[in-house]
Structures are given as C-alpha cells and as structure tokens.
C-alpha cells in the first residue's frame, strides 16, 4: 500500500528554536571526570578536555548544555569549585568524591569551545536563594561585588553573560536531596527568582515542574511573573534499579507517549493564562533512563557492588539500537509540532551513561541517537509545515513493557522549510520492524533536486560499537521532483527527504 503524504507550504505551524536540540552533561558516572574533561589523556587539549569528544559535539551543533545536574546539584556548592584552591567535597546525590576541579570556570571554557549557550541549574536542595543569587553574580557581573571579583581574580575579567538558569532539579522528588512540598518550593522559587534577578534581569529563569496540576499551579501561583521557562523531565524506558532494557517492540509502544507531559503543561500554563508567557523547557529527555541501583531510593547500598559498579551497566553499547534512533526522533518530530509552546529541550546526557557519545581512553563511538541529531540539526528547516495523509496512516500492535497491547502508527512525518531560503526537508520515520512502507509525496506547485538521507542498520537491533559499527546514515539520490515523488523506506529506519 502506498501512503499518500501531501504538503502545503504556506500552512505554517511555527518557527522551531534550534534550542529543541540542547542537551545535558552531569557530574555522575563517566561523563565529566574521565569524559569530556580528562586531563593528561594523550587525546586532550591544553585545557584537559578530549578533542575527539568535542569534534564530535561540534558536528551535531548543540545550541546549550544544561549543567552540573541533574540529582548532583542538589547539595552542590559552586563556590567550593571556582579559584586556585578547590575543595574535593563527598557527592551525596551519587555517593562519589567529586574533586571539584571542573567548575563554573571550565565549564564556560568548554561551552566556548563548543559554541553553545551555558544553562546553569541551581542548587535548591540544600542551596540557599542568596547562594543561586551569588553564582549569578560571580557569571555575570562586570565587576560590583565579591563574587564578580572573584572571577576577575581567577583570571576572568569579562563577564560570562550566562543566559539561561534553573532554580533547582527536581525537588519534588522524594529521592532529591532537599525535596520540596508544592507549598515550599513555590516560595523558595519566588525568593531565589528575585534575587537572581536583582542581580541580573536579563537572564531566563526556569523553575522544576511537572505534569502535576498542585505542583504546577503552587509553583505557577507564587512565582508565574518571575518565570520564563518552565522544566520538564521524563525518561521513559524505566531501569534506574534494574538494567532490562525495553526491546525495539516495547520501545515503539513508548513513542505513543511522547508528547503527553507537553500537552498537560500546555494545558496548565493555558488555565493559568501564561502560555504566551512561559515556555516549556524540556531539559532532561532519553528514552533510556539511567541505570544506578540503590541511590534514588530509601534504603542505600552498602556495598560498592550494589550501588556504584553496575553504573558501568550504562556504558553497553548495544543496549542503544535503531529503537533509540527511532524514539529519539519521532521525539524531536513532536518538539517541533510543539514549537508554539517548547523552547528548549535537553538529551539526557550527551556522553556516556545513556548518551550520543560514548568514550573510552583511547577514542569514541558514535551510537545510533548521535546520527538522529545530525540529520536533525543539518537537514531540517527551521520552519515547520503542515502535513495531511491522504489515508490513515497503518497500524501496528506492540506490546508495551508493562504487558499491555499498545496500537501506534507505524509512521511519524514532519515536515519542514528554511525561512532564509528555498526548499524542504520532510522527517520520515518509519517504525515498523520487519516492513518497508511506499511513500507518494505531493509537494505542490513545487520542484527541485530530490536527496533521501536514511539513517539504519541491518535489523531493527542494530547499534555501533568500539570494533563494530552497524548503523551510519546513507545518502540517496532521487532526481529531479515536479511536485510528487514516490519512494520506499526500509524498516526501522529514519529518514530525511530533502527537496
Ligand atoms: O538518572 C539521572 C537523574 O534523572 C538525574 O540526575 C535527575 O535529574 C533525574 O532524576
């Protein structure tokens, strides 16, 4: 059967920020320390960060990089990590040393070198609102003050213009150090919103939400006018005790899920009339979540081997396939559909753990999400159209992780232009595992240089490995379009048709 996709370019749904492509580093695991920042690895740079990884990072564009946490954060204390003596300090939040030689001032570095905007989130667990406050001054400042001196102190006349700052994790967590009730968290935002922006007022401050009306209305209720993003979190491939990664099946039944936290908030900021106010910043997302038994929860390991090795669990490369490529994208398809409402959103984390990037000592492998976001950040328009089926687009029964038949659409389309220039690019994601599915697209009064890019490998559990790599992007030429193509795309695969 042929699916009959048609495309109307003058039906424009909105302008998409490049920041739905941000992502997020922790101090947990092999991220920091021994990741991106590996002083005396032979592959590092005179600043002590690997210049593979940043290559790397450089070719996917990232627009922002959320850091230090994430649960890290939340009894972290940045002024113990700036200036000639730093002071190593116990992680509660992950039960490691953190020798706090990567601070605020190597991480600007590192934004620099990456060409990205810094996204600070703050520590509102055991953090003050004077503390937030203080940290805003030591980035921002020219010179007023103690902290802006500090910075000048420690070889940093300029100011680092930080932009973007969270107030807190996610303290409504009970496994977060410093967790909140609605009530509490409602009047901490609103002080620490104020001083920070005493201190600076052109910064975007965002606050911890979720999809909880009482939190969010709490939260929205005390300190709507001092907020211009609220932060969403969700993983959904759950597996922080266990590490039994869902199978492409299962994961296609999550992708029936994606957007549902968005539209819940939509809603909340709508009743409350701040939906042309406050953005959606989603800044912590991966289809995986991370594996650390025996730290998010009441009764802590004891012994090293219950709660700190099978972190390494994480860094099994074949746990990321083309189901990791697939959500990733039919994600970012919904990011885009949201652009009205969704300004940021942050992959969760960039390296290692579950990220694009994995390291070892001696080199990188590109897993099969890194692939998503740069036929994302290089192929698709920055304007998102409209798109209609001429049929209903086939289903497929999936049965979901918790047991239960799930019925999702076996394809996900977006469709896109540039603002600045001709031409489109349209998303097509096709999930089915074992099916190529025909497409017919009509383009319109439309015609030009028709280029498929297809991101795959040889089975739907395909992924790239240190001496093995299956899944790569390959490029196809499909002549000249006059306003309708037909073409096939082979199962488990992502792709981007570019006219
Ligand atoms: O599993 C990692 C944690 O997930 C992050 O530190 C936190 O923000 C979220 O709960």
New binding site residues.
């Given amino acids: 059967m042929v699916q009959k996709i048609s495309i109307n370019q003058k039906r424009e749904i909105g302008k998409r920020s490049p920041m739905i492509y941000g992502q997020f580093i922790?101090h947990?695991h092999r991220q920091i320390y021994n990741g991106i920042y590996d002083p005396g690895n032979p592959l590092s740079d005179e600043d002590g960060f690997r210049t593979d990884i940043i290559e790397a990072i450089k070719k996917i564009k990232i627009p922002v990089l959320r850091w230090p946490?994430?649960?890290?954060v939340s009894s972290y204390h940045w002024k113990n990590a700036v200036g000639k003596k730093r002071i190593p300090f116990f992680d509660k939040?992950w039960r490691v040393e953190d020798p706090n030689s990567f601070g605020t001032d190597e991480y600007i570095k590192l934004c620099r070198k990456l060409e990205c905007e810094p996204y600070i989130c703050t520590n509102a667990g055991t953090g003050t609102a004077e503390e937030m406050s203080d940290w805003v001054e030591y980035c921002n400042l020219e010179k007023e003050g103690q902290y802006a001196g500090w910075r000048i102190e420690n070889g940093h006349s300029e100011p680092y213009h930080v932009k973007y700052w969270s107030i807190g994790?996610?303290n409504y967590?009970f496994?977060?150090i410093g967790a909140k009730s609605a009530e509490e968290w409602g009047r901490l935002v609103a002080e620490a919103a104020k001083m920070m922006k005493h201190v600076d007022p052109t910064i975007e401050l965002s606050a911890a939400a979720l999809a909880d009306i009482n939190w969010n209305i709490n939260l929205l209720k005390h300190c709507g006018p001092f907020l211009d993003w609220i932060s969403i979190?969700q993983?959904w491939d759950m597996m922080?005790e266990q590490n039994n990664p869902a199978t492409y099946e299962q994961c296609m039944a999550f992708t029936d899920e994606i957007d549902r936290s968005v539209q819940e908030v939509r809603g909340i900021l709508t009743a409350m009339k701040l939906e042309h106010k406050i953005k959606i910043a989603f800044d912590?997302w991966n289809l995986r979540?991370?594996h650390?038994p025996n730290v998010?929860t009441i009764e802590q390991g004891i012994s090293k081997e219950e709660y700190l090795y099978p972190r390494d669990k994480n860094d099994d490369n074949s746990t990321y396939t083309m189901a990791d490529a697939v959500f990733t994208a039919c994600f970012l398809n919904a990011m885009n559909r949201n652009c009205d409402i969704v300004g940021m959103a942050n992959f969760?984390p960039i390296l290692n753990?579950r990220g694009c990037i994995y390291s070892n000592d001696s080199g990188i492998v590109l897993r099969s999400t890194y692939y998503v976001f740069e036929l994302y950040v290089n192929y698709m328009g920055d304007v998102v159209i409209d798109t209609w089926e001429e049929e209903q687009i086939p289903q497929m029964i999936v049965t979901h992780k918790n047991g239960m038949p799930v019925k999702v659409k076996t394809l996900d389309i977006l469709a896109t232009k540039w603002s600045d220039k001709p031409g489109l690019a349209v998303a097509i994601i096709n999930k089915n595992p074992t099916e190529e599915q025909y497409i017919e697209l009509d383009i319109g009064e439309q015609e030009g240089q028709a280029i498929l890019y297809t991101l795959n490998g040889p089975s739907e559990n395909s992924y790239n490995d240190v001496h093995n790599r299956q899944v790569e992007i390959t490029k196809r030429d499909l002549g000249q379009i006059t306003n309708k193509l037909s073409f096939k795309l082979p199962p488990h695969s992502v792709n981007v048709l570019q006219v």
């Fill in positions: 922790e947990f946490g994430g649960c890290f939040a994790n996610e967590g496994w977060e979190h993983y922080p912590e979540s991370w650390h998010h969760a753990t």
